[in-house]
């Protein structure tokens, strides 16, 4: 089975600031990704719709790190469970665990990837696709080649060739739209 994507809103960061959501639906399991600033909350609630979906049916909720342009909307997913590089957040239930390799459904995983952040984590997907790659390694398609906001350069370079090495269809960065990964692609 395979999990389906879809892009609720498609961020970037210029003279304003929104993260790219996302969408993950793997059978009971319905995620979002990275549900922070937006310039209007309607842009990550209303595409639920067409899916059939209300923000009471989102399960999941993955922040790939705790930078508040993909955490501030968090709140808008009442039952969700909230999920970070090391634990499991429900009401006032936290669960202790290492993000890298847990896995949400059988089409869903989180791996540590330190790089934007020292506390980062990306959100695998096996979909019709192929593998699809929610992460905050890359800004957009674009750039910045080189994250301006990285602590340790060294640690970014080699998340980013732990996710390129996977052989990821589709790369879904933290402020633009999925793009395909090329030779082209920034270390």
């Not at 929104?18 to 995620?31: I, K, R, W, Y």
């Not at 096996?126 to 350069?153: C, I, K, N, S, Y």
Request: proline share 8%; glycine share 6%; no cysteine.
């Amino acid at each position: 089975m395979t999990a389906s994507f879809h892009v609720l809103t498609t961020g970037y960061a210029d003279t304003r600031v929104a993260g790219t959501v996302t969408l993950v639906v793997d059978g009971a399991t319905v995620a979002i990704v990275d549900p922070g600033m937006v310039a209007d909350r309607r842009l990550i609630l209303d595409p639920l719709a067409p899916h059939g979906l209300a923000p009471e049916d989102v399960t999941d909720v993955i922040f790939s790190h705790h930078h508040p342009d993909h955490t501030l909307n968090a709140a808008l997913f009442p039952e969700a469970r909230f999920h970070d590089h090391m634990a499991i957040y429900q009401d006032d239930v936290w669960e202790d665990r290492n993000a890298d390799g847990y896995r949400l459904s059988s089409s869903i995983t989180l791996i540590t990837t330190p790089g934007h952040t020292a506390e980062d984590v990306s959100t695998l997907v096996t979909a019709d696709e192929g593998l699809v790659v929610l992460t905050h390694l890359w800004w957009t398609a674009e750039g910045p080649a080189d994250d301006p906001f990285a602590p340790d350069r060294d640690q970014l370079r080699a998340a980013r060739e732990k996710v390129l090495a996977l052989g990821p269809a589709l790369i879904v960065p933290g402020h633009g739209a999925p793009f395909v990964p090329s030779a082209s692609t920034p270390l």
